[in-house]
């Protein structure tokens, strides 16, 4: 797998951020204040620049691919109806509380056990489970399972600062292929998709420099 600048700054990012993590959290308020911010501002770069569980999928799907250089896509018309599925987890998580919270909390507990006081319980065997999938898919926990993820995407909603298509754009596909979200980039002009986790593999992907960060166009989605 061919490994890219931006993905190469984009990996850094996401263990700097892991480390301020570890560190002691010095202040969960002001650290999710910046991340609440930048998400409106410019989309969810939590997701894509900082979380460790999307870095540990990242670095799983890494290795997958020394074995399974493709990643196992979900078919496109399933991948249609299932990319709702971490709203509905998480409206379920706040109207009939805790019956499927699980999968929400597994970021939480996750980062307890890395501080050292959390109990291995049955979402860190979720994880275990969600490294072997990551092998072979990508990001699919971000995708269809992760509430703070979606609480990000709907913060980002109206972000001002998106990805913009250019005209010189010759419709290859390489940015959709390679999109970590299953995300049709191919098709917009002025990116809205509350699922973009802003990793930028479709603009590093472009072989046409077609694809810039700009000013959003509310006009021509
Ligand atoms: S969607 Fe969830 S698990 Fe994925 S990067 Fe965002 S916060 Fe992390
Ligand atoms: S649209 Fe681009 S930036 Fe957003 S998730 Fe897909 S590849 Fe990453
Ligand atoms: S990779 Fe670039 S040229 Fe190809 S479809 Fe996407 S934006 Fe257009």
């Known amino acids: 797998m061919k490994i890219?600048?931006?993905?190469?700054?984009?990996?850094?990012?996401?263990?700097?951020?892991?480390?301020?993590f570890i560190a002691g959290v010095l202040s969960r308020n002001y650290i999710?204040?910046?991340?609440?911010?930048?998400a409106?501002?410019?989309g969810p770069i939590f997701c894509g620049w900082m979380c460790f569980v999307g870095l540990y999928q990242d670095i799983c799907r890494y290795l997958g691919a020394l074995v399974k250089k493709e990643p196992i896509e979900i078919n496109k018309k399933i991948h249609r109806w299932l990319k709702y599925s971490r709203y509905f987890i998480?409206?379920?998580?706040?109207?009939?509380?805790?019956?499927?919270?699980f999968p929400g909390k597994a970021w939480g507990n996750f980062a307890a056990i890395l501080q050292g006081h959390g109990k291995i319980n049955a979402?860190?065997?979720?994880?275990?489970?969600?490294?072997f999938a990551s092998l072979f898919t990508r990001r699919f926990f971000c995708r269809y399972l992760c509430t703070f993820g979606a609480k990000l995407g709907l913060?980002?909603?109206?972000?001002?600062?998106?990805?913009?298509?250019?005209?010189?754009?010759?419709?290859?596909?390489?940015?959709?292929?390679?999109?970590?979200?299953?995300?049709?980039?191919?098709?917009?002009?002025s990116l809205a998709n509350p699922n973009c986790i802003n990793c930028l593999k479709c603009v590093?992907?472009?072989?046409?420099?077609?694809?810039?960060?700009?000013?959003?166009?509310y006009f021509k989605p």
Do not use: H, W
């Open 40 to 42: 409106i501002l410019l």
């Open 155 to 189: 913060f980002a909603l109206a972000r001002p600062i998106t990805i913009n298509k250019k005209d010189t754009c010759v419709s290859c596909k390489c940015c959709s292929k390679e999109c970590l979200m299953n995300i049709n980039v191919d098709k917009i002009n």
């Open 4 to 20: 890219k600048k931006i993905s190469i700054f984009r990996v850094i990012a996401q263990l700097i951020y892991l480390n301020i």
């Open 204 to 217: 590093e992907a472009c072989p046409n420099n077609s694809l810039k960060i700009g000013l959003r166009n």
């Open 32 to 38: 999710m204040l910046f991340i609440t911010a930048t």
């Open 123 to 131: 979402a860190f065997y979720f994880l275990i489970i969600l490294g």
């Open 90 to 101: 998480l409206i379920g998580s706040l109207t009939i509380g805790g019956l499927f919270l």
